[in-house]
């Protein structure tokens, strides 16, 4: 099958457009393409879904042991003939020099790397840069490079003398064009701007096809054998067109899903889908919450851009809080927490009134952005995650029923951010990844 991981030299190379771009080509020849995406992000694998029609896993070397990758990957794969990783930042930049890095991520899976470079302002000084990167780390294998942003053919032949000089082959190039850059990461999946990426991968693909050079990317095929087997992948994976639901178990799990509450790791679903049977509904369509529920879980996502749909839902709001208050059991992630508390102040500074479960507000105005790495213990498990939104939580109640706890970043430091929990609800700006724990431990704080 075919097995590589998209690199670049650093961020804004291209990488996304040209990842997404080649999901549609090799979509384009009948083959089933199965995508990854390297580090914590869920919105390029929204892009990606679209791009191959098949749903794009996250590896994270941080927030994930190196065996439930390899596992996580080797099962995903099965029965696709592709597999298209995109990166994250440039190949080696990682949370600590290269951990944490695509590079990482290669090296771990043994998949060939095909970097993207910018060569807008560069010719032969390229050659330079593409030594370093073949010969910097023999494990992680640089089989070809695609040059981004070439002026003309011309410049494309000195930027493919400088790669022979270097010993990388180059595969082709992508010309200065307009109308093929990704939409901004926080303008939300609605139908129009669905339209318009899915529109982007065609364009992409299509400049991939025309200026490809050799017979691409057939050197990037690998036989099976250096996957893990089959044998090896977790018995709880479940294939990416559906969740698997557990064994005959009284458990019901409802998980809100729309284009409001969007950011949900795969693999934390296939684990929900372990626990019991997933029932999904819609904040946002106005469906009520589903009965005789045992767990509900709010993922992240884009609450501020439908806060006027969302606030006209009473009904699930109050659904929401006799839930809570009889000692139902809720896990929200940043979007969802936002959800659950009292109000939400958009970024035009109208008020929408949310669930009222929690007693916080949250703006959108004078909102910095918040990222980074987080984890914390409870018991004897060590819980690891991402934080990344711009809103901030403006008004925070507490009481014998809130409680607080702090979490640290990727070297151990505290950090400000912090995990509620009210009654059985627990809820934090943090996005916890549990594909291979359980989120059951979260209450046992």
């Keep these: 099958m075919i097995q590589l991981l998209i690199g670049a030299a650093s961020s804004g190379s291209g990488k996304t457009t040209f990842t997404m771009g080649l999901l549609r080509a090799l979509a384009r020849r009948g083959l089933i393409v199965q995508p990854f995406k390297c580090g914590p992000d869920y919105i390029d694998t929204q892009f990606h879904d679209i791009a191959a029609g098949r749903e794009s896993v996250n590896l994270d070397t941080w927030m994930a042991s190196p065996e439930h990758i390899r596992q996580v990957y080797a099962h995903y ?9 995109e990166g994250v930042m440039g190949l080696f930049d990682g949370y600590d020099r290269m951990q944490g890095s695509s590079a990482q991520i290669a090296a771990l899976l043994d998949v060939p790397v095909l970097l993207v470079v910018n060569a807008r302002s560069t010719a032969y000084s390229v050659a330079a840069l593409l030594h370093g990167f073949r010969t910097f780390r023999p494990d992680v ?22 790669a022979d000089d270097a010993g990388v082959p180059s595969l082709g190039w992508i010309p200065r064009t307009e109308g093929i850059e990704v939409p901004s990461r ?37 036989t099976r054998a250096s996957m893990v087997s089959d044998t090896d992948t977790p018995k709880s994976s479940v294939q990416p067109e559906s969740l698997t639901q ?30 019991g ?13 589903p009965k005789n529920v045992d ?41 969802g927490m936002m959800y659950l508390g009292k109000s939400l102040t958009d970024q035009d500074g109208k008020v929408w009134p949310m669930a009222g479960v929690l007693p916080i507000e ?10 980074g790495y987080r984890s914390m213990t409870i018991g004897s498990t060590e819980f690891r995650g991402h934080e990344f939104h711009y809103s901030k939580i403006v008004q925070k109640g507490s009481g014998p029923n809130c409680t607080f706890w702090v979490q640290s970043n990727a070297r151990g430091e505290k950090v400000d951010t912090e995990l509620f929990r009210y009654r059985n609800v627990i809820a934090g700006y943090t996005h916890w990844y549990w594909g291979e724990s359980d989120i059951n431990a979260f209450w046992e704080l």
């Design 77 to 85: 794969c099965h029965g696709a003939d592709a597999a298209v990783i």
């Design 141 to 162: 294998r640089i089989a070809g490079v695609v040059f981004n942003q070439v002026a003309s053919e011309s410049h494309y032949a000195f930027l493919k003398a400088a």
């Design 186 to 222: 926080h303008l939300g999946l609605t139908i129009g701007l669905e339209q318009e990426i899915s529109a982007l991968a065609d364009r992409a693909a299509d400049l991939i096809e025309r200026h490809r050079d050799g017979s691409w990317p057939l050197p990037f095929t690998a």
């Design 246 to 275: 557990g064994e005959p178990s009284p458990m019901r799990i409802a998980v809100a899903r729309d284009r409001a509450f969007n950011f949900a790791y795969r693999e934390n679903l296939d684990r929900l889908g372990q626990m």
């Design 277 to 289: 049977r997933v029932v999904f509904f819609s904040p946002l369509a106005g469906d009520e919450l």
């Design 295 to 335: 767990l509900v879980y709010l993922p992240g996502g884009y609450p501020e851009l439908f806060a006027p749909q969302l606030a006209l839902n009473r009904m699930l709001a109050s659904q929401l809080v006799q839930y809570a208050e009889n000692g139902g059991r809720i896990f929200a992630e940043c979007g």
């Design 362 to 371: 949250c703006t959108m105005q004078g909102a910095r952005l918040h990222l």
